[in-house]
């Protein structure tokens, strides 16, 4: 039924910072970026089309590609958003993402030259998969990992 994983989206209050860190730090290419002008004649999303008559050169998306087909979409906030927090502070929905590389220590060297600093070292984890976590300007967690012939990923592993 599905061939892959298109996008993560995420609302940001550093737009800047955000498209910085996934392009210049990770060194990731921007496919798209659209402005509201694209929605000036569409009648049929009325709020829309009203902001791309007050502001058309304002941007309403991003998408970062991480491999053909898979990106990162990056929105700037909104007017009126509030975090998604739960009031004691625990929330279920998003986690983290990941990312393969197919060398992790190299990975590792490359993105600290460009100022990424990683909130854990390389692990091997009980999935047979290495492992190591960063996280972007507005503090998504994700995941950099790389497969082995033993990873559950590749092999298949009930328990």
Same mark, same amino acid.
């Given at each position: ?9 995420? #609302? ?50 991003? #998408? ?65 998969? #290495? ?20 990873? #559950? ?7």
């Amino acid at each position: 039924m599905f061939s892959s994983l298109m996008h993560v989206a995420f #609302y940001t209050e550093h737009f800047d910072e955000m498209m910085d860190f996934y392009t210049n730090k990770l060194g990731l290419p921007v496919k798209v970026l659209t402005r509201f002008s694209s929605y000036r004649d569409s009648s049929d999303r009325p709020a829309m089309q009203k902001a791309a008559l007050e502001n058309p050169d304002r941007i309403f998306n991003a #998408y970062i590609e991480l491999a053909p087909g898979q990106f990162i979409e990056l929105f700037p906030e909104r007017k009126g958003q509030v975090r998604h927090e739960a009031p004691d502070g625990s929330e279920f929905g998003y986690a983290h993402f990941a990312l393969t590389t197919e060398d992790i220590y190299q990975t590792r060297q490359e993105l600290e030259a460009r100022g990424v600093v990683f909130d854990t070292g390389i692990s091997k984890g009980p999935s047979g998969t #290495y492992q190591m976590w960063t996280h972007d300007p507005d503090g998504n967690r994700f995941e950099i990992m790389q497969y082995t012939e033993e990873s #559950y990923q590749v092999t298949g592993h009930i328990d």
